[in-house]
Structures are given as C-alpha cells and as structure tokens.
C-alpha cells in the first residue's frame, strides 16, 4: 500500500513520490486544486515505476551533461580554458614523476620546496580555471537541463495526465494522450531504472541549481535519483 501524506514545503515544491519508502507528499499550503493536479502527477509516477513504463528525468544526470549549445565567443573561451587546464595537467604530472623519483638525499630540508609550491599553485590554477568554465557554461547548461527534463518521457506522460484533469468524457475521446504538449514522440528522452524520490517542483519559476538544492536539502544527499516534475510549468 503507497502512503499518501501532507507535508510542508516550499511554494515551488509540489510533491514527491518516493519509491524506496512507496510514499506520495503533497505540499500541505497549496490550493486544494493544485494539491490534486500534484497528486495526479506523483500518481502517475507511482504507476510507471509499477508498469515498468518509461521514467521522469534525473536533473542532475541532465545538469552535469556537455550536450549544451555555447555563442561562438563563449565558446572560444571555455576552449582557451580547457586547453589551460589540459597543460596544467601535463605539468601536473611531470611534477609527480619528479616527486617520484627524487633521491633520498634530496627529499626535505627545503631542496624540493620551489617544486611543491608549485604542484600546489598548479591545483588552485585549475580550480580557478574549472569556476570560470562553470560559470561561462551555466546558463546555457541550465537551459539545456530544463530542456532534456521536458522532454523526459515519464515526465511528459505525468504532465499529459494532469493537463487532462478536468476533462470531460467527450474531451478525451476527442484529444488524443500525450497531445498536451508539442513535444515530438522522436524528440521524447526514454529512461528507465530509477530508484530514487521523484518530486514536483514548478520549473517555470525554478533553475535547475535550485530545484537540486531543495531536493537535496529533502532527501539527504545529492547522488540519487532525483526526478524534477512540474505541475504548473
């Protein structure tokens, strides 16, 4: 038997549907309207994991992809960086081989200490590096995150099944499924296999770096299977 629970949350959380623990959450301040149509959602979620049908998205799986589209000048930037960063590592490791194969009779005493600054000047170098690329990269990787979490097969499903909420018999004779969206069936991303919470969060008012936050914050750690749905986006 699936729990169905009332909880309080943040406006843009809807709900989430936990597989492990087969409990639904529902956000406790919502409109009862919106507590339904999230419920809808979850349901629907709950139904695929039993059916085997395809899956949500998992936000972070879409966020750290590098299938994202870059302006030609942002472009040549993070190719400049990456460039950076691979001759660092080259340096890298030659200071490691270096290290490695040091006489005894000049280890300590200061005679490798130019070498060890740095190898450590090298790691900061790189840090650096990495934050600039990140921060270039992020509003392109955000959209292209939201993008593939549209498109997730189990997600265009759960949201169908709540645009159909308040249809009357005769409209869902006359409209067929998955039509709710203009989403191509080609263009649909299919996944299976997740095992983690699947939660409703309104992506028209959330980047993916917040939804991930809150899911995070929710369930304890940010490596499992977190599947963002929307039931107003």
Not at 54 to 72: I, M, R, V
Not at 147 to 158: F, T
Request: charged share 30%.
């Amino acid at each position: 038997n699936i729990r169905l629970l009332l909880e309080p949350m943040q406006s843009n959380y809807g709900g989430y549907f936990d597989p492990i623990s087969n409990k639904i959450a529902i956000n406790s301040s919502h409109s009862k309207e919106a507590q339904i149509s999230s419920l809808l959602h979850e349901v629907q979620h709950w139904i695929q994991k039993q059916e085997n049908f395809a899956e949500g998205g998992d936000l972070s799986q879409f966020l750290y992809s590098e299938d994202f589209k870059l302006s030609a000048e942002d472009q040549a930037v993070v190719e400049d960086i990456d460039s950076k960063i691979a001759a660092l590592r080259e340096e890298e490791k030659g200071l490691g081989e270096f290290f490695r194969n040091l006489p005894d009779s000049m280890k300590g005493a200061g005679k490798s200490e130019k070498e060890s600054r740095r190898l450590n000047t090298i790691s900061s170098e790189i840090r650096d590096l990495r934050d600039k690329r990140y921060a270039i990269t992020k509003p392109a990787r955000n959209k292209m995150a939201l993008d593939k979490y549209r498109r997730a097969a189990g997600e265009i499903e759960s949201r169908d099944v709540q645009a159909r909420q308040n249809f009357t018999p005769e409209q869902r004779k006359a409209v067929a499924p998955y039509s709710s969206e203009n989403i191509a069936p080609e263009d649909a991303i299919v996944m299976f296999g997740g095992s983690g919470p699947q939660a409703s969060i309104s992506t028209s008012k959330l980047s993916p770096d917040k939804a991930r936050a809150i899911l995070t914050k929710r369930f304890g750690k940010a490596g499992g299977k977190f599947v963002v749905g929307a039931f107003n986006a």
